[in-house]
């Protein structure tokens, strides 16, 4: 089996009691049958706090008004980890922040950026990421699994990653590259012509690719956020705070009209041009966005979907980061940067049912 990682991803350390946010709240945990099977075993003084904070019904834990897990405590502590130690947790809990995409032969581990400590890692990263590949014992064979078209998406993954990590262009090109290649495979999928995708990636990797995507950009269905804003109000709520953080934005930017949005738009595209750690962390955003899935692609074909998805994803980041700079009076701290990329991630990256309409949308 082959393993890959994020090259940050043994940097990794939990707050706990210090988090400036936690992840047992917001989300329903559903608990795997082994871990609930357990649960049902312990006797002693945990009992009766395992017995009220279990749903067995459904297999969740319960949770209070504010959508709290019924085990944290007031110092953002889980009393069951206290109790009974980390090999008590659920597999969900004891994976988190951990995400891992499966394929057959390899698992893809990345750390997710709804943790405030990975979305620090990530915007306080100056450098571009790599990933780490290791092989460790164990085979596996999936029905209906397509070898041939997965490494055709590895390569393509991999020369996107390579394209946005080339700081020698500016960001606008290298999603250009991106889409433009997605695009240009998905014709030949849907034409079944996988074979010839090779071509289409080392069309990409070549200089003149460039040239090429900025004359065909108007082809190209580049996901506007301004566009598809209102759509995440027709999303599944998580935290009942991102609703006034989407009105607030909204307010910001597009009360006023196209002509006053475009004005904040360029406002903010000089803004960035002094500020050339905004180009990195969107760089970062992209990269992960576009590592984590991608691949996923090899069970649906869907491969233009997957990269409008990531652009889609880092570029919405970044309109919740300009409505910020306005409100701020234009200025933009780092902590608020994280701050917003990690809220972002919660609700989207946090429910399938928000990821699969979200890539409806964009698909529309
Ligand atoms: S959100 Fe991250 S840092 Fe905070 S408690 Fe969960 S795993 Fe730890």
Known sequence: MIYTIPDYYKEFYCAADKCEDTC??????????KSLKKYRGVRGKFMPKMRTSVCWLKGTFRQDKEKRCAFLNEKNLCEMYVALGEKSLCKTCRRYPRHVEEFEGVREISLSISCPVVARMLMERKSPVTFLSY??????????????FFSI??????????????????IRTRTLLVLGMAHDMQGRINRQELFSCSEVIEKYRGDRAKAYVENYAEKINIPM??????????????????????HETEAILYAKGEKAY??????FRDWMKEHSEIEIHLEQLLVYFLFTYFPGAVYDGEVFAKAQMAVYCSFMIRE???????????TLELDEIIDLVYRFSREVEHSDVNLMRLEKIIKL
Not at 24 to 33: E, F, H, R, T, Y
Not at 139 to 146: A, H, K, L, V
């Open 24 to 33: 047992c709240a917001g989300w329903q945990i559903v608990i795997d049958k």
């Open 135 to 148: 092989e460790r014992e164990g085979e596996e064979e999936y029905e209906d699994f397509d070898p041939f």
């Open 153 to 170: 998406l590895e390569d393509a993954r991999e020369a996107m990653i390579k394209i946005l990590q080339n700081r020698t262009l500016p």
């Open 225 to 246: 956020p301004e566009k598809l804003f209102d759509q995440l109000y027709r999303l599944e709520l998580l935290q009942e705070n991102w609703e006034l953080l989407l």
């Open 262 to 267: 475009q004005k904040i738009k360029e406002e």
């Open 320 to 330: 919740l980061w300009m409505a910020r700079w306005v409100k701020n009076e234009k």
